[in-house]
């Protein structure tokens, strides 16, 4: 590694023309937008100098600005997070990226910064963060990425799929592994999925980007994050989320 760069800073993707949920950094939740409590809860593990959210959209660099923390706007024919994170991080001089999802305002700095420890250990993979599927979640949703793991923690496979599968149909929800989008990425990672410049077959058929790490030959290693995470796919996700977000206030 590098040593003359710094440790380590969070990217978060965020764009304002999402297809399912137009706008959705910008939703108001408990009155703060969301993309405000993800770069909160990031700068909380890794120092607000070192969160940077990468957007197309003025609006979302405005309201990024405003509360004093750092936007890098990137072109709109980014085809996913990813390419947005690895084109922002030509302007920056990190050992380590980490992607935080945009749509992520439970995220836990625990896990960030796990991200990173995992990371240092293991620097010619890509990291990705899973948590168990919880009891109110269906492991038909599509929404939810499913995750089967080696028995050393390296990702075999990601579908929208319930995945694995039982031939006595025995599975119950905890035994499903959900995709947690904390992501740990090298300079080089990000630039060879960059240069790809297409979506790989399977990515564009699961419209999951860390399949197109299969076809680079880097593999990913998954590290298990706390519970409860819950993302914002759509609107009907927002009263479940704002309601934890309540539960994890009153609990301070």
């Known amino acids: 590694m590098d040593t003359s760069k710094q440790n380590a800073c969070v990217i978060i993707p965020a764009r304002y023309s999402s297809s399912r949920f137009p706008g959705k950094p910008l939703i108001p939740l408990l009155g703060k937008p969301m993309i405000i409590w993800v770069c909160e809860l990031s700068a909380r593990a890794i120092g607000a100098e070192n969160v940077f959210v990468a957007t197309d959209d003025n609006r979302i660099a405005s309201v990024v600005d405003d509360a ?16 947005r994170v690895a084109e922002a991080a030509r302007d920056l001089n990190y050992e380590i990226y980490i992607n935080v999802q945009g749509d992520e305002p439970l995220v836990s700095p625990d896990d960030i910064s796990r ?29 939810i990425p499913k995750v089967v793991t080696a028995e050393n923690g390296r990702l075999l496979y990601i579908s929208r799929s319930p995945i694995p599968g039982s031939k006595l149909g025995t599975l119950k929800n905890e035994m499903y592994k959900k995709q947690v989008c904390i992501y740990a990425f090298n300079s080089s990672e990000l630039e060879q999925f ?52 309540k539960q994890l206030i009153c609990e301070k």
């Open 68 to 83: 004093g923390f750092k936007s890098i706007i990137t072109s709109k024919s980014a085809l996913t997070g990813t390419d």
């Open 115 to 143: 991200a990173i420890h995992e990371k240092r250990l293991n620097f010619d993979k890509v990291i990705n963060g899973y948590c168990f599927l919880g009891v109110d979640e269906s492991p038909a949703n599509v929404n």
């Open 194 to 245: 960059l240069a790809y410049r297409t979506k790989s077959t399977l990515e564009e058929i699961e419209d999951i980007e860390i399949l197109r790490f299969f076809e680079l030959n880097i593999d990913t290693l998954m590290f298990q994050c706390a519970s409860g995470s819950l993302a914002i796919d759509c609107p009907e996700d927002v009263p479940p989320v704002e309601k934890k977000l």
